[in-house]
Structures are given as structure tokens and as C-alpha cells.
């Protein structure tokens, strides 16, 4: 017996990747074998496993076989529910039952048999959301806030002292001199950190480079933690309805955004809402903040955080500094979202267009729903929710729990670390072509558009090392970076640059990845690579919203077609360090221009024909 289904195959799945609720989706397979007695279709729903059967039917239209020969199955399907639906084939002949589902380790793309129960293909069923605008087209840039740039001298030092009435007790914050100070940590034997350093970055040093990101065409500004913290990352959250003092005030912060809004730029702030510090108004360990900590059942925090018998508490990864909190405590949500004064809507309304969540899958989907709802509601729709998912978000499973972050009640987008590592792997010559398409277009297939093109693609991160240190100080290093820039700013999805990367900051990991920005030391040939990069995705709009077709050439070469009503672009990527390789396109257009050289390619008898030389990239671009 022989069956086949391919879900990027029109043929087999009539809509393509994922489905609008209450949409239908045509499903069909080929089953050939001497004594076929049934075919069933089972599909679910999430992770219920509340399964339903449908015998398939005959589609006399399809085939005019029999039953017993060559034929082929179909089920319309109702997609009833917005969550991931799932579903297989079970086959049955005469002497045994069989299972049809994805390769092992997919969602789809073809099938196969399997003698025993098989894994599901995936459709992501999603209500609509239009992103805004503003987010869709813009280029972001990701600032870890002590790091950027100091600012007014005279105001440093007014945030020092300011800074200084809070967390007397508990570890020590020094301030660190010479800015170009490489980062690092002093901890005790057992690698706990015994003191904080500070560099002494402000609000107001990223407002007065505001002009510099606006040059560079920046539409976006997404802030690691703003607010009061004990260290200098401030995941550890001590107030988050104050500015940290060091880095300035609310009216800093206001005037900030204000500034930036004027020059087309948008601010994102970072949501640390599932743990506080343990040096925190709310948890008060250190009594930084009055002789009640949260231990004391007396305190009005009390219920957020679970305590145990022997007086210890559940925290963050067990990191007793993090204190995790209880994100089901009405108290906790009003405080959070839901009152006229609570986090998200002050801050929205001090003028932020949105939040990143932090580890967003440790958070409740209710509690996800209800910042969704109130950033919509504050915004009028035109605010974003961006969530720290580290893995394909479509189907993450947390806890034992499969999220539904794309169903369309919760997250816009997500931080898209999957791509992160296909490119830097693929670059570096750790996974092939093949591979490189095989995760796209897994992304492509269970991402709703609105989530793909507003996907957080990013090269570094504050907890990841910077792209140059990942692809190595050698001699083909700038051809290396180069190579991921262009597929940054030309795949689907919003690009995110991490502060520095652009002047060629290089980091290990944390604390060397979150170094002060060279200022006055840039390196100026990565410079131009971001700018060339840049340009290509500002001035061509097929880059933004074009349509996004893969294709592979060989183990080396991999490409991809962005398509929209006006323009069309061809990008073309070889990664092999030795060979030049020939490239032999099909293609109905007549010509192309090269927008990366001054090259002009004729189409020749339904072909395009030109070298690609090692570590080389091509971005041929027509007009319609």
C-alpha cells in the first residue's frame, strides 16, 4: 500500500499554511493498495485529544478508479475552533490498520506511513489582526538601557544621588569608569554576584541619539526594563510604576517618547511581569521599603507570592532573587492591566506603543488575553504584544500545555529565535540549504501572515551573543555578517538590531554581550553593511509586504522570491567559502537589475544566467 498527502501541496490542503476560524479547509490523500476498506480523517483540536473521526469519501471528480486501486480521499473540514487543529489519516485493509501523519519532528510537508500511531499535521487556526503600520514597516532597535549612551553629565549625577536613597541594604551598585570598561561580574565561590556594576547609561542619552537612529532608519525602539530595579538588568523589578533613578524619571521617559514620536519613532517597553526582585517594594527581603516584606501574611502582596513551610518560596528557575509571582491573583491582574492606573495602561499612557513580554510562555493565557485587550483598548488598535518565545510559537508546548499564542486574542508577534539560529548555522556552515528551507517554510506554514511578517527577527540579543562573535573574527567575517544582515532585512518579518551590532560590537555571553556602545570608536565598514542593508529594506516596499516563496539550489545556495503587486525580487544567497557558483534560474520576466552590483541580467530563452562567487549574495529586482 502507498498513500500520499503534502500540505504545501494545493492539491492536498487547499488553503496553505494557517486558516481563518469558521473557514473551510479541503483536505484529500492518494491511497493505492489491493483491498483499501476505509479511510478516516481524525482531527483535534489543541491539546484536548478530544478527537473526531470522518469517513472519507470517494471524489468521483478526482479519479475514476475504484476504491480498491487508486484513489483519491477527501473531507471538507470546518475549522470550528481557534486553537491548533491536528489531524491524520487512518488507513485499513483487509489484514491491518496503518497511520498517515508528518515526518518525524514536523508539522508538515509530506507525509508518511507508520504502523502505529503517528504525529499530527498542524494548522493554526487564527481570528484576523491587522498589525499597525507603524510596527509592519518599521526597523527595530533593541537598547539595554545602561549601556547606550550617558547623556547630560549634570543630570547623571542627580540620577546617582537620587538613586542612591534606594536598596541601602542587599548588594552594592557601583558605577563604573571608563565607559569602554569591559563588562563583567564579581561573584563569590559559588558564582553568586556580590555587587551590580552601573555605567551610567539614561533616558536622556537615548533621546539625544535619537537623531543618529533616525539616520540609521529606525522606526522603533524596543527598551530591556525601564523601571526601579537592585541590578542592572533590571529583570528583578522593584517598583514598576517608577523610571529606575539612575537612568532618569518619568517625565524623562515622557519627553523620551515624545521626542522620538516626533522623529517616526515608536518606544516598546519590556513587560517582566511573571517574577519581582526580591529587593522590591513588593517582596521587601532587604526592608528597603518599610518593615513588612512579603512573608508577613499582613502585607497587601502577600497573596502573589507562594511561601512554603520551611520559608522559602517559589521563584524564577530557582533563582532566589527573582521571587515568581502568581499571575491567577485578581489583585495581581488589577494591578498589572486591568485598573484605570494599572503598569501597562500608565505607561501607555505616558506614551509607550506596546510590550515585549518577558518569558511568555511562563505566563497564563488569560493573563496574556487581558494586556492584549487593554494595549488595544488604550492604543485604539494601534499598539503591539511581542512575546520572548524561544521556539516555534505556533505550537510551543509549556508546562505540558500547548499555547495559543496565535489563535488572535493573544500575541502579535514573538522574538523569532528559530531564525536566529538557521541563519547563524547555515552561515557558519552547520546545516545546509535544504535545512535552511525546511525550517522557513515551517514557520511560514503554522505562522498566521500577521505573525510572520511581524516576527522580532534579530542577530543578538541581551541573552544571546552578538552576531560577530558567533560568526567568528577570521578573515571571512565581514562576507559572514554580510550574508545575515541582507537575509535580516529582506525575510519576512520586522528586523531587530541590538544596540552596537551595527558598528561591529562583538560579546560572548552576558555580561559580555551587553558592552557600552563604542561611541566615538565605531567600526565603520560594518557601519555600511547596516546602512547598505537598510536602505535595500526602506526603499523597496516588496521587502516589507511582498510575498515570500523559498527555494533551494543546491547545499550552498539557497534563495527566495519577495513578490508584491509592483515589484519583484529575487535574493540569492551562497555560502560555499571556496566556489563560485552558477546560477540558472527560471524565470517570466524579461530583465533584472542586481541591487547590490551595477549588473544588469538579461532573462535568455526563459533563463537567468550569471556567477555567484563564494560567500556571495545577489538581489535581483524587477519591476511589473
Same mark, same amino acid.
Given at each position: 500500500?502507498?498513500?500520499? =498527502?503534502?500540505?504545501?501541496?494545493? @492539491?492536498?490542503?487547499?488553503? /496553505?499554511?494557517?486558516?481563518?476560524?469558521?473557514?473551510?479547509?479541503?483536505?484529500?490523500?492518494?491511497v493505492k493498495g489491493d483491498d483499501i476498506k476505509s479511510v478516516t480523517l481524525r482531527v483535534f483540536y489543541g491539546d484536548d485529544n478530544k478527537e473526531n473521526l470522518f469517513a472519507c469519501e470517494i471524489d468521483e471528480e478526482v479519479t475514476a478508479t475504484n476504491v480498491n486501486s487508486d484513489t483519491n480521499y477527501f473531507y471538507n473540514l470546518k475549522l470550528t475552533e481557534n486553537k491548533v487543529c491536528?489531524?491524520?489519516?487512518?488507513?485499513?485493509?483487509?489484514?491491518?490498520?496503518?497511520?498517515?501523519?508528518?515526518?518525524?519532528?514536523?508539522?508538515?510537508?509530506?507525509?508518511?506511513?507508520?504502523?502505529?500511531?503517528?504525529?499530527?499535521?498542524?494548522?493554526?487556526?487564527?481570528?484576523?489582526?491587522?498589525?499597525? &503600520?507603524?510596527?509592519?514597516?518599521? +526597523?527595530?532597535?533593541?537598547?539595554?538601557?545602561?549601556?547606550? &549612551?550617558?547623556?547630560?553629565?549634570?543630570?547623571?549625577?542627580?540620577?546617582?544621588?537620587?538613586?542612591?536613597?534606594?536598596?541601602?541594604?542587599?548588594?552594592?551598585?557601583?558605577?563604573?569608569?571608563?565607559?569602554?570598561?569591559?563588562?563583567?561580574?564579581?561573584?563569590?565561590?559559588?558564582?553568586?554576584?556580590?555587587?551590580?556594576?552601573?555605567?551610567?547609561?539614561?533616558?536622556?542619552?537615548?533621546?539625544?541619539?535619537?537623531?543618529?537612529?533616525?539616520?540609521?532608519?529606525?522606526?522603533?525602539?524596543?527598551?530591556?526594563?525601564?523601571?526601579?530595579?537592585?541590578?542592572?538588568?533590571?529583570?528583578?523589578?522593584?517598583?514598576?510604576?517608577?523610571?529606575?533613578?539612575?537612568?532618569?524619571?518619568?517625565?524623562?521617559?515622557?519627553?523620551?517618547?515624545?521626542?522620538?514620536?516626533?522623529?517616526?519613532?515608536? +518606544?516598546?517597553?519590556?513587560?517582566?511581569?511573571?517574577?519581582?526582585?526580591?529587593?522590591?517594594?513588593? /517582596?521587601?527581603?532587604?526592608?528597603?521599603?518599610?518593615?513588612?516584606?512579603?512573608?508577613?501574611?499582613?502585607?497587601?502582596?502577600h497573596e502573589w507570592f507562594n511561601f512554603k513551610e520551611d520559608g522559602t518560596y517559589d521563584s524564577w528557575w530557582g533563582i532566589d532573587d527573582l521571587p515568581a509571582i502568581n499571575e491567577n491573583k485578581d489583585s495581581y491582574k488589577n494591578f498589572i492591566y486591568k485598573d484605570r492606573n494599572s503598569v501597562v495602561r500608565t505607561w501607555l499612557k505616558a506614551g509607550a506603543s506596546g510590550f515585549r513580554?518577558?518569558?511568555?510562555?511562563?505566563?497564563?493565557?488569560?493573563?496574556? @488575553?487581558?494586556?492584549?485587550?487593554?494595549?488595544?483598548?488604550?492604543?485604539?488598535?494601534?499598539?503591539?504584544?511581542?512575546?520572548?518565545?524561544?521556539?516555534?510559537?505556533?505550537?510551543?508546548?509549556?508546562?505540558?500545555?500547548?499555547?495559543?499564542?496565535?489563535?488572535?486574542?493573544?500575541?502579535?508577534?514573538?522574538?523569532?529565535?528559530?531564525?536566529?539560529?538557521?541563519?547563524?548555522?547555515?552561515?557558519? @556552515?552547520? +546545516?545546509?540549504?535544504?535545512?535552511?528551507?525546511?525550517?522557513?517554510?515551517?514557520?511560514?506554514?503554522?505562522?498566521?501572515?500577521?505573525?510572520?511578517?511581524?516576527?522580532?527577527?534579530?542577530?543578538?540579543?541581551? *541573552?544571546?551573543?552578538?552576531?560577530?562573535?558567533?560568526?567568528?573574527?577570521?578573515?571571512? =567575517?565581514?562576507?559572514?555578517?554580510?550574508? !545575515?544582515?541582507?537575509?535580516?532585512?529582506?525575510?519576512?518579518?520586522?528586523?531587530?538590531?541590538?544596540?552596537? *551590532?551595527?558598528?561591529?560590537?562583538?560579546?560572548?555571553?552576558?555580561?559580555?554581550?551587553? !558592552?557600552?556602545?563604542?561611541?566615538?570608536?565605531?567600526?565603520?565598514?560594518?557601519?555600511?553593511?547596516?546602512?547598505?542593508?537598510?536602505?535595500?529594506?526602506?526603499?523597496?516596499?516588496?521587502?516589507?509586504?511582498?510575498?515570500?516563496?523559498?527555494?533551494? +539550489?543546491?547545499?550552498?545556495?539557497?534563495?527566495?522570491?519577495?513578490?508584491?503587486?509592483?515589484?519583484?525580487?529575487?535574493?540569492?544567497?551562497?555560502?560555499?567559502?571556496?566556489?563560485? @557558483?552558477?546560477?540558472?534560474?527560471?524565470?517570466?520576466?524579461?530583465?533584472?537589475?542586481?541591487?547590490?552590483?551595477?549588473?544588469?541580467? *538579461?532573462?535568455?530563452?526563459?533563463?537567468?544566467? /550569471? *556567477?555567484?562567487?563564494?560567500?556571495?549574495?545577489?538581489?535581483?529586482?524587477?519591476?511589473?
Amino acid at each position: 500500500m502507498t498513500c500520499y =498527502h503534502n500540505t504545501r501541496n494545493l @492539491k492536498y490542503r487547499s488553503t /496553505f499554511g494557517a486558516a481563518l476560524l469558521n473557514s473551510y479547509v479541503r483536505l484529500s490523500i492518494d491511497v493505492k493498495g489491493d483491498d483499501i476498506k476505509s479511510v478516516t480523517l481524525r482531527v483535534f483540536y489543541g491539546d484536548d485529544n478530544k478527537e473526531n473521526l470522518f469517513a472519507c469519501e470517494i471524489d468521483e471528480e478526482v479519479t475514476a478508479t475504484n476504491v480498491n486501486s487508486d484513489t483519491n480521499y477527501f473531507y471538507n473540514l470546518k475549522l470550528t475552533e481557534n486553537k491548533v487543529c491536528w489531524y491524520s489519516f487512518i488507513i485499513e485493509d483487509s489484514d491491518k490498520k496503518y497511520y498517515y501523519g508528518p515526518m518525524e519532528k514536523r508539522t508538515g510537508g509530506e507525509g508518511c506511513i507508520y504502523e502505529s500511531e503517528s504525529p499530527s499535521f498542524q494548522i493554526t487556526v487564527y481570528k484576523e489582526r491587522v498589525l499597525p &503600520n507603524w510596527y509592519k514597516n518599521a +526597523i527595530c532597535y533593541q537598547i539595554f538601557p545602561d549601556r547606550f &549612551n550617558k547623556g547630560d553629565e549634570a543630570k547623571l549625577e542627580k540620577n546617582i544621588e537620587e538613586a542612591s536613597k534606594y536598596h541601602k541594604n542587599g548588594i552594592k551598585r557601583n558605577i563604573v569608569i571608563p565607559w569602554n570598561k569591559e563588562p563583567k561580574y564579581e561573584t563569590d565561590k559559588d558564582g553568586k554576584i556580590l555587587s551590580w556594576d552601573f555605567y551610567g547609561g539614561t533616558l536622556r542619552g537615548i533621546e539625544e541619539k535619537l537623531d543618529y537612529l533616525k539616520e540609521l532608519g529606525i522606526g522603533c525602539i524596543y527598551l530591556n526594563p525601564i523601571f526601579e530595579a537592585a541590578s542592572n538588568h533590571r529583570y528583578d523589578t522593584a517598583n514598576f510604576l517608577e523610571i529606575d533613578p539612575l537612568l532618569g524619571s518619568k517625565e524623562d521617559f515622557e519627553k523620551l517618547c515624545s521626542s522620538a514620536k516626533e522623529k517616526g519613532i515608536q +518606544i516598546i517597553l519590556d513587560g517582566v511581569f511573571n517574577h519581582v526582585g526580591k529587593d522590591s517594594i513588593y /517582596f521587601n527581603n532587604e526592608k528597603n521599603y518599610g518593615d513588612i516584606s512579603a512573608a508577613d501574611k499582613s502585607s497587601p502582596y502577600h497573596e502573589w507570592f507562594n511561601f512554603k513551610e520551611d520559608g522559602t518560596y517559589d521563584s524564577w528557575w530557582g533563582i532566589d532573587d527573582l521571587p515568581a509571582i502568581n499571575e491567577n491573583k485578581d489583585s495581581y491582574k488589577n494591578f498589572i492591566y486591568k485598573d484605570r492606573n494599572s503598569v501597562v495602561r500608565t505607561w501607555l499612557k505616558a506614551g509607550a506603543s506596546g510590550f515585549r513580554l518577558d518569558v511568555a510562555d511562563e505566563l497564563p493565557e488569560d493573563f496574556i @488575553k487581558g494586556i492584549k485587550e487593554t494595549i488595544l483598548e488604550e492604543k485604539h488598535n494601534d499598539g503591539i504584544l511581542i512575546g520572548e518565545v524561544w521556539e516555534d510559537a505556533s505550537n510551543k508546548i509549556s508546562y505540558g500545555k500547548l499555547r495559543n499564542y496565535f489563535a488572535g486574542d493573544e500575541l502579535d508577534a514573538v522574538m523569532n529565535y528559530p531564525l536566529r539560529s538557521c541563519l547563524i548555522d547555515f552561515i557558519n @556552515k552547520k +546545516i545546509n540549504a535544504y535545512d535552511v528551507y525546511e525550517a522557513i517554510m515551517s514557520l511560514k506554514e503554522n505562522y498566521p501572515d500577521y505573525a510572520l511578517y511581524g516576527s522580532l527577527n534579530l542577530l543578538s540579543s541581551h *541573552d544571546r551573543e552578538r552576531i560577530l562573535t558567533m560568526l567568528g573574527v577570521s578573515g571571512n =567575517h565581514y562576507a559572514k555578517l554580510w550574508l !545575515a544582515i541582507l537575509m535580516q532585512m529582506t525575510l519576512p518579518g520586522v528586523p531587530c538590531i541590538y544596540y552596537g *551590532d551595527e558598528v561591529g560590537l562583538l560579546g560572548e555571553k552576558d555580561p559580555k554581550n551587553r !558592552a557600552t556602545y563604542p561611541w566615538g570608536s565605531e567600526n565603520k565598514d560594518v557601519f555600511n553593511m547596516y546602512k547598505n542593508a537598510i536602505r535595500l529594506k526602506k526603499d523597496y516596499s516588496v521587502f516589507t509586504d511582498g510575498t515570500f516563496e523559498p527555494f533551494v +539550489i543546491d547545499v550552498d545556495l539557497f534563495g527566495y522570491i519577495r513578490e508584491n503587486e509592483t515589484e519583484k525580487a529575487i535574493v540569492l544567497i551562497n555560502t560555499n567559502y571556496n566556489l563560485t @557558483k552558477r546560477i540558472h534560474l527560471e524565470s517570466k520576466e524579461t530583465s533584472y537589475e542586481n541591487l547590490l552590483w551595477d549588473m544588469h541580467i *538579461d532573462t535568455v530563452d526563459g533563463y537567468i544566467n /550569471f *556567477d555567484l562567487w563564494n560567500y556571495g549574495s545577489a538581489v535581483l529586482y524587477t519591476k511589473k
